[in-house]
C-alpha cells in the first residue's frame, strides 16, 4: 500500500551506492568499490533529534541524521549521495581523466563530492579546482563517461544502520557525514 501523505515529504533526492570488496588469490581484500544501487530515491533529511529518534540514538551513537525513505534495499555501509545541484558533461570524459568539461560550473567548488552518473554507472570524484567551464578532480576517473552525462554535486553520508517505521511503509535510516 502506497502512503501517498508519507511520499509528499521526501524532498530530496540521493543516490545510493553499495560496496563490494575483492578478494584475491592470497585473500587479501582490496579497498571497497562502490557500486550504483538505486539513483535519484526520494528521501527527506533531518539532523537527529533525542526525543523522536531515540531507538537509532542507541544504535548508532555516531549518526549525525536520520533520512527517511519509501520501503527500498538499504542497507548499513551503504553511501547516500544527496544531490545538491546538477549539471552535465559537455565532452566525453574519458578513463583516468581529471578534467570535465561541464555546462554549468556556477556552484562547483573546490573540495565538493561529485556524482558522475550515466544509466547504470556511478562514479564518485572531487573537485580539485574550478576555471572557467573546466572541473578539475582531485584523482582520475575509474570509468569514462559521454557528453551528456549527469555531474551532481553531493553531500556524502554513510549507512550506520536501517530500521522499518510507520508501519513497515518506509524506513529510518541513521547517517553519519562523509568528510
Known sequence: MRDYLFEEILDRRANVTRPSVRVDQELLAHEPEYALIEAAVPLRLRPLRATLDATLLGAFPRAGAVAYAASGDLRAQDRIGVIQGLTTLRADAGEDSRELEVANPETLAP???????????CVEGRV????????????????????????????????????????????RVALRRRV
Open 111 to 121: 573540495g565538493q563530492r561529485l556524482h558522475l552518473r550515466e544509466a547504470e554507472a
Open 128 to 171: 580539485a579546482e574550478v576555471a572557467g567551464s573546466t572541473v578539475r578532480l582531485r584523482e582520475p576517473l575509474a570509468m569514462g563517461f559521454r557528453a551528456g552525462a549527469n555531474v551532481e554535486r553531493i553531500e556524502s553520508w554513510e549507512v550506520l544502520g536501517v530500521e522499518e517505521a510507520g508501519s513497515g511503509h518506509h524506513l
